[in-house]
C-alpha cells in the first residue's frame, strides 16, 4: 500500500489510488470537474493541479497515482495561481445565468469560483453563443452555452448506460453537447448525468423553476421503487410552501453507495414521489357503512379494529401484508397475527405486468422490502388460498395492507367476488386505491418519507431510510398503528409497546435470526447484510 | 459496390473492434452524396454498427467534412501567414467578387462554394488555393478570373 | 556564403524520377532495406542511436531512443506499429509533401526499415486529408512494391480530414483509431500503450526519409555531418519574401541568414526584412537583427526560440505584424481541438481581442491581458498545442510591441 505525504500529512492508499481521491483521504480538496468516480479518466478540465515534488510543473491529480514516498502539495502558490487561471478560462465563455439558472447554490462554477477564484473579470468581447433550454429528453434539459465540456455527461452514457445517446460536436470553443437530430435521451438513468453535470448545463425538466435549493432540506433514506432498495436523499421544501407548487418532497437524489447503487439510481426511481403529495393521499381513518364515509379518530378506529378482530375466529381471518412496508411494520405485524393465532397472512400479489428487470440496477420486483417479507416469515398462508376462502366465505375479515387487489395480477372478477363476499374489509395503506374504495374500515399509514424505518434489498441488505417530513394529516406509521392495536388488544408484547421505530427494530433484532446483533447505528448509512 | 459494401471492405483493413473506418467512410459517403445529411450519417452509422451521435460528432470535428450542401465545385484559398504576406486577401476577394458571394458561401448559380482556409501545406508555392482538392500555386489576384470562368463555365 | 551540402533525402531527385520504382533502383533503391533485414532489430536501434538522428516533425527527440522504448514481446505480447506522421499542417512547413511527392519509395523504404528496427509487421501513414497529390503519388508507388521487398508488412495510408492537431503525436493516433483526433493524457505512453493500445512508434515523413542513407553509409557519416547533438542533413521550408521560395536541403547549422540570402535570394524588391518566423508558426518569432543564429537547435534555443519542423517565415517591412499575430490567433482558434479547457477559451479569447485591435478597437489593457493569458496557460494543458500557440503570442507583442499601440487609439 503506498505511502505518500499530502500537505504535510502521511496517508496509506490502496494502490492505483489517484492524487484527488488520496488528497480527499488526507483531508486536502483537490478542485475538480471532469473526473468522477464512477467514470473513466478524462483529464480535460486542468483545474485538479497539484504540485509534486521533484516534478518541474504541477501535475494533474486525476491521472496521477499514489506512488509510495510520494511528496505532494496542493496549496502552493503555484497551484493557487494555477486554479485561478483555470477558473477564469472556465468562466471566459459562460453565461451570467445565475439568477435564472437552476444550479444556483450548488453549481460548481459559483462554488470553486468563491473558494479558489475571486479574480477581476477582464472578458469584454462576446461570448460564444450556443442554444439554450433544448429538451434531451423526458426528463433532461441542455443548455450549451452553461457547458464546461468536462464530457462526464458523454462519459455517463458510453460507459455506463452503453446506450450513446451524446457526443460532442464540432471543434474548439465552438465545441458542443448535443444529441444526433431526432434522437432522444431516454434511457432508464437518463436523469444521472443532471447529477454528474457539475453546472447548470443538464438540468431537471421537472424541477426547473420550482424552488430555490437553498430553501431545500434532505434526509438520508432508501428508494421504494423496486427490490434494489438505491441509496437516496429526499430534498423537501418545508419553507417556501408557495414554491413548488406547495409540494414538500422537491426532488430525489441518488446517495452513493458501493454495494447497492454505486453514484446511480434509476430514472422510475428518481421521479417516482408524486404519489406522496398527491391527492390520493389518505388523511383519516374511515368507517364506511351504509354508504357514508364516517372519519374517525385514532382511538375510535383502533376500537373498530379491535371489534373486528375479535368478532371472528382466528381462522376466519385473512392478512395480505405488502412488501411496501418496513421491517419494523411486517415484523410489529406478524406479533400482532402471532398473538391472534392468525395464519391465513401472506405478502405475494402477483403484478399485473411483469417488472422490468437489467444488468444495472433495476430490478423486476417493484417492492422494497420482498426480502424482510421473507426472512420475518409472513408466508404461513397463501394469497390465492385466501381469496378462494374469502370467496367461500370462509373468511370473513380480509385485512389488506397497500395493495390494489383489482389492479394485480389476480383475475379481476376472482378478486371483485372476494371482496364482494367478505363480511368486512380492513384496508391500511398511505393511499387511495381501487381495493381502498371498497373497505369497511380504511386505515391511513405514513408514507416512507413522513417516518423512519428499515428495509431488506433483494441482496439482503438491511438499510434504513429516515424521515424527511410530517405525515399528512392524520396518517401514521404501520408498527405504530400495530403498536396501539396491540396495546389496546392487550398482552405487553415489547415490540407492541414501541413508542420509536428503533425499538421494534430491537424486538425484530431479538426474534428473528437473519437480524440477530443488528442495530440502527450498525447499520449506518451503508446497511449490514442480514444473515441467510 | 454500394456504399455499406464499400465501408465494410474499409472497416476489414483495421483491427478489429476499432472504429478507424469511420474517417475512410464518411470521405466515401461524401464522395457519393456530395455532402453529409443527417440521413447519410445514419446511413454511414449503420454501416459502422455505431451511434449517430459518434459519427456526427466526428463529422463534425473536421473540416474537410460539409454537414451542409455545397457546389459542384469546391474551391478553397490558403490564408494562413505564408500566403497572407503574399496577397492571399486579395485572391479571396477576386473570387468573392467574381462569384458574387462571401467566402464561406455558395455561388447563386450552385457551381462554387467559397471557403479560407488554413495552411495547406504549400507554403513556398504561395499562394495556394485547392480547387476540388487539387493545389493550384502561385495564385495572384489576376489569375481568377480565368479560373472563375473555367468553373462556372463562363457565366 | 552557400554551403553546399551532399543531398541525403533527395538524393538523386534533381536527375531521375524517384516516383518510380525502377529509378529508384537505379540509384541504389532499397538495398539499405536489404541490409537492415539482415542485422538485428536491436543492432538497426543501435546505428539510429549512433546517427544522432533527431525527430523532424517538431519535437525533435532522439530517434534511436524513441524506438528502444518498445518494449519486447516477451514483455507486452501484442503487436507493434509503426505510425508514421504525415499530417503536416504547421503553416510555414512544406517539405513532407515535397518529399512524399518527391521521393516516394526512400520514404517506404525507411518505412520498412524501421519496422524492422521496432519488430512491427503493421505500418499506418497518416497523411493529412488536404494532400490529395502526394496521396496519389504514395498510393501509385506502394502499388509498385513487389511482395518479397514488403517483407509481410502492411503498409496502410490513413487520410485524414482537415485538423492540425492531428498532426500532434497522440491527436494522430486518436484520430487514426476512429476516435475525433483529441491528443491523449500521458500517461500511458505512446511506445507503452499507443495506436489501439499497442505498443506504438510515431514518427514523422522527414525523420524516416533518412533512415536509408543512415543504414547505407553508416551512422557514424550520418553523425559527422551535423553538430554534437544532431546528425545529418536538414530540410529547410522557406517561404514568404524571399526570391526562391522552396524545400532547401542544408547543413544542420547553416545559419538563418545564410539560409534567407544565398539559399533562397535574399528578399524581393530591394525590400527590407522585417521579421522572420524559424521553425514553424508555434516558434517565436526573430527581428532582422536576430538572424545570424545558426539554425540547430541548440542554436535557436539559446536566441530564445526553437527549431521545430524548420518552417522559415520570412517577412518583409510590407508586413503588419499585428495583422500577423491576428491570422495565426486565428489559426490557434480554429485547429484547438477543444478538449481542454485552457486552449479552447484563451485561444478563441485572444484571437477576439487581436481581431479587435487590428480594427483600431483595442484597449490599453488588451495586449497585457493576452501575454497574461498566454502564460497563465502555458504549461497547463494536455498537449503542447497552446504551447505552440503562446510562441508567436508573446513574441510578437513583445519584440514589437511599439506597432500594436500604435493601433491602440489614445483615449481607449
Redesign the interface.
Known amino acids: 500500500m503506498p505511502k505518500l505525504t499530502i500537505d504535510g500529512k502521511e496517508v496509506e492508499v490502496a494502490p492505483g489510488t489517484n492524487l484527488i481521491e488520496a488528497a480527499r483521504q488526507a483531508g486536502s480538496e483537490v478542485p475538480h470537474y471532469c473526473y468522477h468516480p464512477g467514470l473513466s479518466?478524462?483529464?480535460?478540465?486542468?483545474?485538479c493541479?497539484v504540485d509534486i515534488e521533484k516534478n518541474p510543473?504541477?501535475q494533474?491529480g486525476c491521472?496521477t497515482q499514489a506512488a509510495d514516498g510520494m511528496v505532494v502539495h496542493t496549496q502552493t502558490e503555484r497551484v493557487l495561481?494555477?486554479r485561478k487561471?483555470?477558473m477564469?478560462?472556465?468562466l471566459?465563455?459562460h453565461p451570467l445565468d445565475c439568477p435564472v439558472c437552476d444550479q444556483a447554490g450548488e453549481c460548481w462554477l459559483q462554488i470553486y469560483y468563491m473558494r479558489h477564484g475571486l479574480y477581476d473579470p477582464?472578458?469584454?468581447?462576446?461570448k460564444?453563443h450556443k442554444p439554450k433550454a433544448v429538451p434531451l429528453g423526458p426528463h433532461v434539459i441542455l443548455d450549451a452555452e452553461r457547458c464546461?465540456?468536462c464530457s462526464r455527461c458523454v462519459r455517463f452514457c458510453d460507459e455506463v448506460t452503453a446506450?450513446?445517446?451524446?457526443?460532442?460536436?464540432?471543434?474548439?470553443?465552438?465545441?458542443e453537447i448535443?444529441?444526433?437530430?431526432?434522437?432522444t435521451l431516454e434511457n432508464k438513468y437518463s436523469g444521472n448525468v443532471i447529477d454528474i453535470c457539475p453546472v447548470g448545463a443538464l438540468t431537471d425538466r421537472e424541477f426547473r423553476f420550482q424552488v430555490r435549493v437553498w430553501y431545500l432540506d434532505t434526509a438520508r433514506s432508501v428508494c421504494n421503487g423496486c427490490a434494489r432498495g438505491c441509496n437516496i436523499e429526499v430534498h423537501n421544501n418545508r419553507r417556501r410552501l408557495h414554491h413548488n407548487q406547495g409540494r414538500r418532497i422537491a426532488r430525489i437524489k441518488p446517495r452513493h453507495n458501493p454495494d447497492v447503487n454505486r453514484w446511480w439510481i434509476c430514472d422510475e426511481g428518481r421521479y417516482g414521489f408524486r404519489w406522496i403529495d398527491d391527492d390520493r393521499r389518505l388523511l383519516t381513518p374511515v368507517r364506511r357503512a351504509s354508504g357514508k364515509d364516517v372519519p374517525l379518530g385514532w382511538d375510535e378506529a383502533v376500537a373498530d379494529l379491535v371489534a373486528a378482530l375479535r368478532r371472528y375466529r382466528p381462522e376466519e381471518i385473512g392478512i395480505l401484508a405488502s412488501p411496501q412496508m418496513s421491517n419494523e411494520d411486517l415484523f410489529a405485524l406478524q406479533r400482532i397475527a402471532g398473538h391472534l393465532g392468525i395464519r391465513a397472512v401472506d405478502h405475494r400479489v402477483p403484478p399485473r405486468v411483469a417488472g422490468d428487470e437489467d444488468e444495472i440496477l433495476i430490478r423486476a420486483d417493484k417492492n422494497p422490502n420482498r426480502r424482510g417479507a421473507e426472512l420475518i416469515g409472513l408466508t404461513q398462508g397463501e394469497t390465492a388460498a385466501i381469496l378462494d376462502g374469502a370467496r367461500q366465505r370462509r373468511i370473513k375479515l380480509l385485512w389488506i395492507f397497500q395493495h390494489d387487489l383489482l389492479d394485480s395480477g389476480l383475475p379481476a372478477a376472482d378478486v371483485s367476488a372476494a371482496l364482494a363476499a367478505a363480511e368486512m374489509v380492513v384496508f391500511q395503506g398511505p393511499s387511495a386505491n381501487g381495493t381502498s374504495a371498497g373497505a369497511h374500515l380504511v386505515l391511513p399509514s405514513a408514507a416512507y418519507v413522513e417516518r423512519e424505518g428499515t428495509f431488506t434489498n433483494f441482496q439482503g441488505r438491511v438499510q434504513r431510510f429516515r424521515t424527511a417530513v410530517e405525515p399528512l394529516g392524520d396518517a401514521v406509521a404501520d408498527w405504530d398503528i400495530l403498536g396501539r392495536l396491540g396495546r389496546a388488544l392487550g398482552g405487553g408484547d415489547p415490540a407492541l409497546a414501541a413508542t420509536r421505530a428503533e425499538q421494534v427494530f430491537t424486538a425484530l433484532a431479538g426474534h428473528v435470526p437473519a437480524f440477530a446483533g443488528m442495530t440502527y447505528r450498525a447499520i449506518g448509512d451503508a446497511g449490514l447484510v442480514a444473515k441467510a | 459496390m454500394s456504399l455499406y459494401e464499400a465501408i465494410q471492405e474499409v472497416r476489414s483493413i483495421y483491427p478489429e473492434d476499432s472504429e478507424s473506418a469511420v474517417l475512410p467512410a464518411l470521405r466515401l459517403a461524401q464522395e457519393e452524396h456530395g455532402w453529409l445529411s443527417p440521413e447519410v450519417i445514419r446511413e454511414v452509422a449503420d454501416a459502422l454498427e455505431v451511434t449517430p451521435a459518434f459519427v456526427k460528432s466526428i463529422a463534425s470535428y473536421y473540416d474537410q467534412f460539409h454537414l451542409a450542401p455545397v457546389g459542384e465545385h469546391l474551391v478553397e484559398v490558403c490564408t494562413n501567414v505564408s500566403c497572407a504576406v503574399v496577397g492571399a486577401q486579395q485572391v479571396v476577394e477576386a473570387f468573392e467578387g467574381g462569384l458574387g458571394c462571401h467566402a464561406g458561401e455558395t455561388s447563386a448559380d450552385g457551381k462554387v462554394t467559397l471557403r479560407t482556409v488554413e495552411c495547406l501545406g504549400g507554403c513556398g508555392w504561395a499562394t495556394i488555393v485547392a480547387i476540388d482538392s487539387h493545389y493550384r500555386t502561385h495564385v495572384k489576384a489576376s489569375d481568377v478570373p480565368a479560373i472563375v470562368e473555367e468553373l462556372t463555365g463562363g457565366d | 556564403m552557400a554551403t553546399e551540402v551532399e543531398k541525403i533525402v533527395f538524393a538523386g531527385a534533381d536527375d531521375r524520377d524517384l516516383t518510380k520504382l525502377a529509378e529508384y533502383e537505379a540509384v541504389g533503391g532499397y538495398e539499405a532495406l536489404a541490409k537492415a533485414r539482415a542485422m538485428a532489430p536491436q543492432d538497426v536501434t543501435e546505428e539510429l542511436i549512433t546517427s544522432e538522428l533527431r525527430g523532424r516533425g517538431g519535437a525533435f527527440f532522439p530517434t534511436g531512443r524513441k524506438w528502444s522504448f518498445v518494449p519486447s514481446k516477451d514483455q507486452i505480447p501484442k503487436p507493434h506499429y509503426l505510425v508514421v506522421n504525415a499530417d503536416e499542417s504547421e503553416p510555414g512547413s512544406f517539405k513532407d509533401n515535397e518529399i512524399i511527392s518527391r521521393v516516394p519509395h526512400r520514404f517506404i523504404e525507411g518505412c520498412l526499415i524501421t519496422a524492422h528496427a521496432i519488430d512491427s509487421k503493421h505500418v499506418f501513414v497518416y497523411i493529412r486529408g488536404e494532400y490529395s497529390g502526394p496521396y496519389e503519388i504514395l498510393v501509385n508507388a506502394l502499388e509498385e512494391i513487389p511482395k518479397d521487398v514488403l517483407g509481410g508488412v502492411t503498409i496502410v495510408v490513413h487520410r485524414g480530414a482537415g485538423a492540425y492537431i492531428c498532426g500532434e503525436e497522440t491527436g494522430l493516433l486518436s484520430s487514426l483509431e476512429g476516435k475525433k483526433g483529441w491528443p491523449k493524457i500521458k500517461p500511458p505512453f505512446p511506445a507503452i500503450k499507443g495506436a489501439f493500445g499497442q505498443p506504438t512508434i510515431v514518427n514523422n515523413v522527414e525523420t524516416i526519409a533518412a533512415v536509408p542513407h543512415i543504414i547505407n553509409r553508416g551512422a557514424a557519416w550520418f553523425a559527422g555531418l551535423g553538430t554534437k547533438t544532431q546528425g545529418g542533413t536538414r530540410l529547410y521550408s522557406v517561404s514568404g519574401h524571399v526570391v526562391k521560395p522552396g524545400v532547401v536541403e542544408a547543413p544542420v547549422s547553416v545559419t538563418l541568414r545564410s539560409l534567407i540570402y544565398d539559399h533562397c535570394g535574399g528578399i524581393p524588391d530591394g525590400r527590407r526584412l522585417k521579421a522572420v518566423v524559424p521553425g514553424g508558426s508555434s516558434a517565436p518569432i526573430l527581428t532582422a537583427d536576430e538572424i545570424d543564429v545558426s539554425m540547430d537547435a541548440d542554436g535557436l534555443k539559446a536566441a530564445g526560440t526553437m527549431i521545430g519542423s524548420a518552417g522559415v517565415i520570412v517577412m518583409d517591412e510590407t508586413v503588419s505584424i499585428p495583422e500577423a499575430l491576428m491570422v495565426v490567433a486565428r489559426f490557434y482558434a480554429h485547429e484547438s481541438c477543444g478538449q481542454c479547457t485552457p486552449c479552447r477559451e484563451s485561444t478563441g479569447w485572444i484571437y477576439k481581442m487581436s481581431h479587435r485591435i487590428v480594427e483600431g478597437k483595442g484597449r490599453k489593457e488588451d495586449l497585457d491581458t493576452i501575454l497574461d493569458v498566454a502564460k497563465r496557460g502555458a504549461g497547463t494543458t494536455i498537449c503542447a498545442f497552446y504551447d505552440g500557440a503562446v510562441g508567436p503570442y508573446v513574441s510578437y507583442i513583445e519584440k514589437f510591441r511599439e506597432e500594436f499601440e500604435a493601433l491602440i487609439p489614445r483615449d481607449a
Open positions: 479518466i478524462a483529464g480535460q478540465c486542468r483545474l493541479m510543473r504541477p494533474i491521472n495561481e494555477t487561471s483555470i477564469e478560462f472556465h471566459v465563455n477582464r472578458m469584454v468581447d462576446e460564444v464546461i465540456l446506450t450513446g445517446e451524446l457526443g460532442i460536436f464540432n471543434r474548439g470553443d465552438h465545441s448535443g444529441l444526433f437530430p431526432g434522437k
